[in-house]
Structure formats: structure tokens, C-alpha cells
């Protein structure tokens, strides 16, 4: 029913995943305990048939909608669309760039080639930690899956500004010559006394 008044004690079900149940519970249960101390609610959870029965308990409306968000959030978590904007906190920074939160409990690495279209020495001189910053998921690292970001492409880049050609294959340019070089015997192998 929808007509309970605001404050009246009401009780909702939630089915959630059955794999999902662990990461809502946590280790020792910490998970579960700290949404049922920030929302003022009582949480159970069952295991039916391999999917996660989840009754939250709770003396008004607003308690019980915060307890199913932070559930819904574990359960089902969003995901990061790859050309997508954000904006997120600035987590931790490390000479190499910024870790930030894109969504929550979902972090991404803003490298500091990504920061600016000049050139960044110091992380620091363009992010703080703690800091909101927008930017753009460009990606993900095929080894580690990690989420990349980049701040650069939503700003309009610099007159004049010329790309520099990435680095790497040879393509079709020839060795360099090493001239003539002459396989010299190098005479027998010396003993070793081992």
C-alpha cells in the first residue's frame, strides 16, 4: 500500500542475487550493520533457492527508501559507460595521476597526460585530493580493467595546438644499417672452476 503515512512502521521485501548476498552482508557483517546504523532500519537477509530474500524494517518512508538504495547499489551496481562524462571526488593522487570516484565504489585512473592538453609536471598543480573534477571515461585496460578517465578532451584544446604522433611500431621504415659488420671467433670458452 502507498497510502501508510510517512511514519507508520512498515516492513519491505527486496530479491536481490543470490551471489550478491556476501558483498551486502561484508566481512564479519560490517556492511549490513553500518546501512542498518546510518538508516535507522533492521535488515535480514535469507539465501531461497539461490536467490537473496531482503526484508528491511523500519519506522518511516525515508529510512526504509535509504537502506534499499544502499542495497540496490551493492546488488545491482551501476556500471561505467565507456564516452560517457562524470564528474567525481578525487580519491588519491600519486605522481602518475589521480585515482577518482566515478561512481560510488568505482574508482578510475586519471592519468596525468589526461589532466591537460600542456604538459602537467605536478598532479597537484591541476587536482586536489578530496576535489570534484569532470571527466570522461575514455576506456579500460585490457590487462587490469581497470577504467580510464580524461579531463583533456572536454577542454577545448589550445590554438596552434599540434598532436604528437604516438610512439612505437617501426611501420614499413627500413633497420638502420649497421654496416658491414664481421662475425669475429671469439676463441675457446674459458674453464670455470665451478
Excluded: C
Excluded at 66 to 73: D, E, G, N, S
Excluded at 118 to 144: A, I, S
Excluded at 161 to 166: D, G, K, L, S
Aim: hydrophobic share 30%.
Amino acid at each position: 500500500r502507498d497510502d501508510y503515512k510517512d511514519h507508520a512502521p512498515r516492513i519491505v521485501g527486496l530479491e536481490v542475487p543470490g551471489d550478491s548476498i556476501g558483498a551486502i552482508i561484508g566481512p564479519g557483517g560490517k556492511i549490513i550493520q553500518e546501512i542498518q546504523a546510518d538508516t535507522n532500519t533492521t535488515i535480514s537477509i535469507e539465501d531461497v533457492d539461490g536467490k537473496g530474500m531482503v526484508e528491511i524494517a523500519a519506522s518511516d518512508k525515508a529510512a526504509i527508501e535509504a537502506a534499499l538504495t544502499r542495497i540496490k547499489q551493492i546488488a545491482f551496481p551501476p556500471t561505467v559507460e565507456i564516452g560517457e562524462e562524470y564528474e567525481g571526488k578525487v580519491k588519491t593522487i600519486m605522481p602518475y595521476g589521480a585515482f577518482v570516484e566515478v561512481l560510488p565504489g568505482i574508482d578510475g585512473l586519471l592519468h596525468v597526460s589526461e589532466l591537460d592538453w600542456k604538459r602537467v609536471e605536478n598532479v597537484e598543480d591541476v587536482l586536489k585530493e578530496g576535489e570534484m573534477v569532470k571527466f570522461k571515461v575514455v576506456g579500460r585496460d585490457p590487462k587490469t580493467g581497470k577504467i580510464k578517465l580524461s579531463r583533456k578532451v572536454l577542454l577545448p584544446k589550445p590554438e596552434g595546438y599540434v598532436e604528437r604522433p604516438p610512439r612505437g611500431d617501426r611501420g614499413d621504415r627500413p633497420r638502420r644499417d649497421r654496416g658491414d659488420r664481421q662475425r669475429r671467433d671469439r676463441g675457446p670458452r674459458p674453464e670455470s672452476n665451478g
